[in-house]
Structure formats: structure tokens, C-alpha cells
């Protein structure tokens, strides 16, 4: 499956409806980012029970902002609606290999529960 034209309109619901979600943030003009997307496309293909989404972070600025990018590309991952991944930076294709197998095997309740246990601990 071709990843998504992420954009203001569509990215909020795609976060929501997504179980998981991984999103390359990339311009253009940048060189990792024209070397890396072959590498997210492959994957695009080989991990059709996940979606996949690209940002123009040229054509979607305040979207990028929003997200605080401030280094491309720039790969988040969401799973059930939360963000479990940011990281500046390409990887190869056995990196990315390992992250979509990692958040596939995430354990959700776990990370619920901390989200929980840190919401009351802040004063």
C-alpha cells in the first residue's frame, strides 16, 4: 500500500483511526529524505496492517510546527491514537524493520498505565 498524503485535514482523523501509524516527515530539498523514502515505501508495502503517511513539511508547515519538527526527516509512530515514537533521522531498512515489529509487539495496556500513573503524579 502507497503511504498517505498526511495534511491539517486529514491528519488528526488518520491518528484516531489508525491502530498504528507511522508518519515520515520530509521536504524536498533534503538529500536523507529522498534516500530514506524508498525505505518507508518498501515497508508501506510489506506492513499493509499498518498505515503509513507522509508530510511535506514544505506544503504543510504549521502542521510540522504543531508536531515541533525541527530536523527532517523526522519519523513518529502512533499506536491507538498515541504517539509511542518520535525520532529525528533516516533508517535503513532493517531499522525500520525492527521499529514496525517493536510497536506491533508494544504493549498498549502498559503504556496506558503510565500515562495514568504520570497524569497523577504532575501537581
Not at 482523523?13 to 515520515?24: C, F, Y
Amino acid at each position: 500500500m502507497k503511504p498517505l498524503e498526511l495534511t491539517e485535514t486529514n491528519f488528526a482523523e488518520t491518528v484516531k483511526s489508525s491502530q498504528m501509524l507511522l508518519v515520515d516527515f520530509w521536504a524536498a530539498w533534503c538529500g536523507p529524505c529522498r534516500n530514506f523514502a524508498p525505505v518507508f515505501d518498501t515497508a508501506a508495502g510489506l506492513h499493509e496492517d499498518v498505515v503509513f503517511g507522509k508530510v511535506n513539511t514544505e506544503t504543510q508547515q504549521d502542521l510540522a510546527a504543531a508536531a515541533q519538527i525541527t530536523s527532517i526527516p523526522t519519523l513518529m509512530a502512533f499506536k491507538d491514537g498515541v504517539l509511542v515514537y518520535s525520532q529525528p533521522g533516516a533508517l535503513d531498512s532493517r531499522g525500520l524493520e525492527e521499529l514496525v515489529v517493536s510497536l506491533k509487539n508494544l504493549d498498549m495496556d502498559a503504556v496506558h498505565a503510565e500515562l495514568a500513573a504520570a497524569q497523577t503524579s504532575e501537581p
